[in-house]
Nanobody
């Protein structure tokens, strides 16, 4: 079993930055693809970003490409989502997720086996 705990959400103004963290329990964190998804009120959950277990491959939704950066520290069982130039449309609950081998598509929520409880990000205009 893997437990994921997000932190770092909050209320910011448009143009500001935030860094989300996701701390994972379990010795096999290093082998998981890690992802971030978000869900805004009244909308479906959507993919934001993902990173391979080696950290060498990253994937981004078009809406965040160039503004968000996903990284991981396998020694600390933690992944991060650095968010810059935040926009009101980035407002959502952000969830981290882990996909154990065999890996599915990094873009699909159904690929992931474990989910955190979510952290709220609110961007005011």
């Amino acid at each position: 079993q893997v437990q994921l705990v997000e932190s770092g959400g909050g209320l910011v103004q448009a143009g500001d930055s935030l860094r989300l963290s996701c701390a994972a329990s379990g010795r096999t964190f290093s082998y998981y693809t890690m992802g971030w998804f978000r869900q805004a009120p009244g909308k479906e959950r959507e993919f934001v970003a993902a990173i391979s277990w080696t950290g060498t491959s990253t994937y981004y939704a078009d809406s965040v490409k160039g503004r968000f950066t996903i990284t991981r520290d396998n020694a600390k069982n933690t992944e991060f989502l650095q968010m810059r130039s935040l926009k009101p449309e980035d407002t959502a609950v952000y969830y981290c997720a882990a996909d154990s081998p065999p890996y599915g598509s990094a873009y699909r929520g159904s690929s992931y086996d474990y989910w955190g409880q979510g952290t709220q990000v609110t961007v005011s205009s």
